[in-house]
Each structure stands twice: as structure tokens, then as C-alpha cells.
């Protein structure tokens, strides 16, 4: 049968490396100014785009329902019943256009609900401050975003009682959305005035520097727990499948910490198919 081993070291490997480049800070661009910083918040505004596209649609049906019920008890609306329901259309997708608007978030509730709520009610709050922050720290917002987007997809599953969850939930709804409203504190005409051997602009930056690091490597810690996993995983079906040599592979690995399987028994389970 085919050898599979180096083909499951490659993916290993690229995806480690993966991990890497997001550690280095990926190859994300910044976002133009609008654009969702993460999926998370992109979800939330389309979830609002499709609710005022629907209502919308329910307030044009019932104009012109409306119109034509009337004009069947009237034999006809004329003219300016016409021009009367063009106006009522109008002025409907006027207003179900504007309404209901994104809601951005309060401070408070960025650490309630699931990962992937507080992922994407923290990504919504970020936007909202971003107008305000200097240039290279609406670069790290936009950076946040990716990496916020990455961390979620590693909680899911996640129970609350779990050390991780309420290592993030501090992290993500506390220290990030802090460290921003600290610095919006400070009057415009004073953050670039050094102070202390700084400006605020380059505490900010530094902050927000340090802070991403730490999603980051949450988030890797996250993943590479994953990766062990599959790594043993792949070892032992290539062992279960592929013979003795998969077993000599499996003595070259890592001691990631995780036990591995127990194989004693897997000869013998062979031996009595093969009698069969």
C-alpha cells in the first residue's frame, strides 16, 4: 500500500508553519476604511443587512396589496392613488433602509456569550474606535480582527469552566477594549506630547503590540494542542494499516506530553482477523 508517512509529516509541517506566520502577523492588509475588520463583525452587519431587505420587502407588499384591494372596492385608484402608492414605496424603502442600524456594543457586554458573540461583538466594538486611533494602531485593530476571527474558531467547543475561556474572556472583553478606552481618555492635542519618555500614540501602539501577541499565542496554544493530537492520531492508523515500519516512525516523535495509544494489543487483534 502506498507509504503515507511523508505525506502526513508535509501537512503537519505546513500547517505548523502556518501557525508561524501567524505569529509574524500573517499576511493581512488593512482593512479599507468600512470594511469589516473580521468575519465576525461582517456576519453581524449582513445578519442586519437581510433583516432591513426583508422588511423592506414586507412594507412594499403591503402597499401594494393594499393599493389593489382598494382599488378593487373602488373600481380603480386613479392617478393620484398612483402617484400615492409611489410616494408610500418611496418613502418605505427610505426608512426600513436606514432602520435597524448596527448596534455597536457596550464595553460590558463584549465578554458575555459564546466565543463566537464575544468574537464578533469585540471585532464590532473595535471598528467602532478605530476612526479615532493613530494610523499604525488602526493597522493593529485591523490585525486584531484576523487573529480574533483564528481564536474563535479554536474555542469552539469550549465549555466555560475551562482555564482557557476565562483566560480570553479577560483578554479579549476586558484588557483590549480597556487599554483603547484609556487612551481615548486623553485629549486629541495631548497624545502625541511625550510624557514620561513616551507618547500616548506609542503607548498605545506598544499595548496593542503586546496585546495581539498574547491572542496570538493563545491561539497557537490552542492549535498546537490540536496538531499533537492529529499527529498521533495519523501515526497510529498508519501503524494500524502500514505495518511494523509505521511503528519504528512513531519512536522518532516528539514528547508532546500526550499518551499515546496503546498498540500492545493490536498484533494480536491482527493475528486472530488474519485466522478468520
Do not use: C
Request: proline share 6%; aromatic share 6%.
Amino acid at each position: 500500500m502506498p507509504d503515507s508517512t511523508r505525506e502526513s509529516e508535509r501537512i503537519l509541517r505546513e500547517a505548523k508553519q502556518s501557525l508561524v506566520r501567524q505569529q509574524d502577523g500573517g499576511t493581512h492588509r488593512p482593512a479599507p476604511r468600512g470594511q469589516s475588520i473580521g468575519k465576525g463583525s461582517a456576519e453581524l452587519k449582513l445578519k442586519s443587512l437581510l433583516t432591513k431587505v426583508r422588511n423592506i420587502a414586507l412594507a412594499i407588499f403591503a402597499i401594494w396589496l393594499g393599493a389593489g384591494v382598494a382599488g378593487a372596492f373602488l373600481n380603480g385608484i386613479g392617478f393620484w392613488g398612483v402617484m400615492g402608492v409611489v410616494v408610500a414605496t418611496a418613502v418605505a424603502i427610505a426608512v426600513f433602509s436606514s432602520f435597524p442600524k448596527v448596534k455597536v456594543p457596550k464595553r460590558a457586554e463584549l465578554k458575555q456569550g459564546n466565543p463566537g458573540q464575544m468574537v464578533a461583538r469585540t471585532e464590532l466594538w473595535l471598528e467602532a474606535q478605530r476612526p479615532a486611533l493613530p494610523p499604525p494602531a488602526q493597522a493593529l485593530v485591523d490585525q486584531l480582527g484576523v487573529q480574533l476571527d483564528a481564536l474563535g474558531l479554536q474555542l469552539k467547543g469550549l465549555g466555560d469552566n475551562e482555564p482557557a475561556m476565562a483566560e480570553v474572556r479577560e483578554l479579549v472583553g476586558e484588557y483590549i477594549p480597556e487599554t483603547i478606552d484609556n487612551y481615548r481618555k486623553i485629549p486629541a492635542h495631548l497624545r502625541s506630547e511625550e510624557y514620561a519618555g513616551k507618547t500616548a500614540d506609542d503607548r498605545l501602539v506598544e499595548s496593542l503590540t503586546k496585546l495581539s501577541g498574547e491572542v496570538d499565542r493563545v491561539t497557537r496554544r490552542l492549535a498546537e494542542g490540536a496538531l499533537d493530537d492529529l499527529a498521533i492520531k495519523t501515526r497510529y492508523l498508519e501503524y494500524r494499516y502500514g505495518g511494523a515500519e509505521a511503528l519504528e516512525d512513531m519512536t522518532g516523535m516528539p514528547d508532546t506530553g500526550v499518551p499515546l495509544p496503546d498498540f500492545s494489543a493490536i498484533p494480536a487483534r491482527q493475528a486472530k482477523e488474519q485466522e478468520r
